[in-house]
């Protein structure tokens, strides 16, 4: 893989920019010093495991914090490589304790990552994979917005080092951590950018390194199936699969990939996803809208869908974002649907809502922020010019 990381282009595009190594995989890292002649080519693999360590391990972001490296070739990395973090625009915190971060990786290049406590083991992060989405999910507000471009590999872990950084979790702990779990859930769909995403999961899955492991990593995404095998195979991370409905006429509506990849070539290539078991199960997510998918007879439908495949369903509540006509399911009729799957078997089934009051749910993230960002400034603009 390339060593320039789109990571350092705020730099500015005449500056020529140096690599920055703290998104760059094991064989990226290698590549890397040899290309920038700072060690010779049989010392490589030695060195990189020495940084690897110190970046991440301990989340070094400075050369000269690493103490059993020689001053002056220290030196030499400074001069070669950087190690920063792209700038946290904006930091939330919210009554439940999710946080929020929206993050610039390059100018024009934004996307919002969130850490939601008591999830997963002790907590999950939300990752962006993609800066707004190309496919068109009725019911989801990134949806709505272009696609401006896959993040890379050291865009998404970026996400992770800054929620480690906020959270204090350096070096990387083996026990009692908050963050435990990662889940793909945040803006754009990941299977159209796997290889940005594969690379991702390897530097952070790392055992020396973030490691957290595959089993606590979970991608999420609207069924593109061919890459479905390929996703098992290079990542083993756990999947999900976000449904919301179990007809095709409803899910071309509210899923429009659909219509490429219906519901039953979807399901084939969910009972073919390498390393499914009882111990790794499929999460279903099922976005409850008011009226559209919320009947008894269709938690039934969902019953029958899931026969025979190891399975978790989620029920999220559908969150309204400014301009949608969909609303969501009263609460009763949500309790309904999920007595229906926990008469199956299926525990706890429904998604409680976390981080509402700073807009960090699901479906909302990034383009609500940027709107309060833009109603702020249209008050100081305001408040700048009171003969207006
Ligand atoms: N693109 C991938 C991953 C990102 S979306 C995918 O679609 O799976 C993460 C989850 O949030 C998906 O299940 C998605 O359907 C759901 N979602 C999107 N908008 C939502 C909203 N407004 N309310 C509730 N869930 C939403
Ligand atoms: Fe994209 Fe997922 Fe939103 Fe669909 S639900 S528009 S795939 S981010």
């Known amino acids: 893989m390339g060593v320039t990381l789109d990571l350092s282009r705020a730099a500015g595009l005449r500056t020529p920019v140096k690599p920055n190594l703290s998104g760059l995989t094991r064989k990226g890292l290698v590549e890397a010093l040899i290309a920038a002649e700072v060690v010779r080519p049989d010392k490589a693999k030695m060195r990189a495991t020495q940084l ?10 400075d050369f000269d914090q690493m103490t059993d490296i020689a001053k002056e070739t220290r030196a030499q990395l400074a001069e070669a490589f950087v190690l920063n973090r792209p700038e946290v625009v904006e930091r939330q915190v919210s009554k439940d304790g999710t946080r929020k971060w ?35 999910c009725t019911f989801c507000h990134t949806g709505t917005q272009a696609l401006v471009r896959n993040l890379t590999a050291g865009e998404i872990v970026a996400q992770v080092q800054i929620a480690r950084d906020d959270l204090e979790e350096w070096p990387s702990p083996k026990e009692d951590r908050r963050l435990s779990n990662i889940v793909f859930m945040g ?24 490691a957290i492991s595959r089993r606590r990593i979970t991608v999420s995404t609207s069924g593109v199936v061919p890459e479905l095998e390929a ?25 429009p990939l659909n219509r490429k990849y219906d519901i039953a070539t979807l399901m084939a290539g969910i009972r073919a996803y390498p390393g499914l078991s009882n111990a790794r199960r499929v999460t279903f997510e099922y976005v409850m809208l008011k009226g559209v998918n919320d ?37 009763k009729t949500i309790e309904t649907f999920a007595a229906i799957l926990n008469r199956a ?17 699901c479906g909302q993230l990034k ?19 009171p003969e207006t």
């Open 52 to 61: 690897w360590r110190w970046i991440h391990h301990y989340g070094l972001t």
């Open 102 to 136: 929206l993050i610039r990786m390059a100018p024009g290049i934004e996307v919002e990552t969130v850490y939601i406590p008591d999830v997963g083991r002790a907590g999950a992060l939300c990752v962006s994979s993609q800066v707004g989405c190309t496919l068109n």
């Open 187 to 210: 803006m754009g769909e990941p299977l159209y950018n796997l290889d940005h995403v594969a690379d991702a999961i390897d530097i952070i899955a790392d055992n020396e390194g973030i």
């Open 231 to 255: 996703l098992g195979n290079r990542t083993q991370a756990m999947l999900a699969i976000s449904l919301h409905a179990t007809n095709d006429a409803l899910r071309d509506v509210l899923v």
């Open 295 to 331: 009947s008894p007879d269709e938690a039934r439908a969902l019953l029958r869908l899931l026969k025979g495949i190891p399975a978790k369903i989620n029920l999220i509540p559908f969150n309204p974002w400014p301009g949608t006509d969909y609303q969501c399911s009263d609460w």
């Open 345 to 361: 078997g299926y525990a706890s089934p429904i998604r409680t809502p976390r981080g509402r009051d700073i807009l960090a749910a």
């Open 367 to 385: 383009s609500e922020s940027e709107k309060l960002r833009a109603s702020a400034r249209r008050k100081l603009a305001a408040e700048d010019s």
